[in-house]
């Protein structure tokens, strides 16, 4: 209730009987449909997978002609498993990008743990939250990958998400965390005359521990490239790096974001 707009979520399961895959598609008028792809706990099954990834296109066919393009957030099986539909002709994408990144996670352990911390605020600062109408552009502008997303899709997500800021002496913003629609956090940014400060740290514990008292669950998503991140997050005790159990004689798996532009507006999915 109150949450981000319900009609630009859709949960699907695959198989009807016996579901082995959770597929998340988020689509509406401003922006790509996005679909996300839970990994199995079992373990995949890429006959499976094949299936589910063509039916999931049929029922998202007519946002992708609508805005040319698809994006895929899973794990690197998933995305070797819709390259080989795409080579074989079966799907009509062209891969536009595409990246890796390490998951984290935090147990029950973790979460007591810092449910327990007491926050200092180092002088000078101000935890707040973000004033959403003032703000949204600043923080969108700030973001990496701005010029691919419309600033209205930032304004949805800070006015609906989980999101925390802090602000300097002028009141002014210092360093923002947000969440994504699939329910993790993302983009945390801190201006760079702050950086060192500890507040980012900080300021991810406060989102951290918002998502505790939900009864939500905690993960975040690094870039393999981002090294100071990536490497600080894995000596963190209080985070935990996801490594899913090999299977079908698979590498370790990391998670993937992947942009596919539709090539073929004439397309009819062969289920």
């Known amino acids: 209730a109150g949450g981000f707009p ?17 597929f998340m598609l988020d ?8 679909l996300f792809v839970r990994t199995p706990i079992e373990g995949h099954n890429c006959e499976i997978l094949a299936a589910g990834l063509k039916e999931m296109i049929t029922v998202a066919l007519l946002s992708i002609q609508q805005h040319g393009l698809l994006l895929l957030d899973a794990d690197t099986v998933v995305r070797a498993t819709f390259f080989k539909l795409q080579e074989t002709g079966e799907i009509p994408f062209k891969t536009k990008y595409t990246g890796e990144f390490y998951a984290f996670y935090m147990d029950g352990r973790q979460k007591r743990i810092l449910t327990e911390t007491e926050n200092r605020v180092p002088e000078g600062f101000k935890i707040d939250q973000i004033d959403v109408e003032k703000e949204y552009s600043i923080i969108h502008n700030a973001w990496a990958h701005a010029k691919n997303v419309p600033q209205e899709i930032t304004r949805i997500k800070l006015a609906n998400l989980p999101s925390v800021c802090i602000l300097d ?31 980012g740290y900080l ?22 490239k981002n090294e100071k ?14 490594k899913p159990t090999k299977n079908e004689g698979d590498e370790d798996i990391l998670l993937s974001m992947a942009t596919f532009d539709y090539t073929r507006p004439e397309f009819i999915a062969r289920l």
């Open 27 to 34: 689509q509406n008028h401003l922006y790509r449909p996005h």
């Open 6 to 22: 319900k009609e630009t979520m859709s949960l699907y399961a695959f198989p009807a009987e016996k579901p082995l895959y959770i």
């Open 203 to 224: 300021e991810k514990n406060l989102l951290i521990q918002m998502y505790i008292k939900n009864g939500l669950h905690v993960y975040a998503f690094v870039y393999v």
């Open 169 to 199: 002496s002028d009141g002014n913003l210092a360093s923002w965390e947000k969440s994504t629609t699939f329910g993790h956090l993302t983009h945390l940014f801190t201006i760079e005359r702050y950086r060192g400060a500890g507040i």
């Open 229 to 242: 991140v990536a490497s600080g997050m894995m000596k963190d005790p209080l985070c935990t790096l996801w």
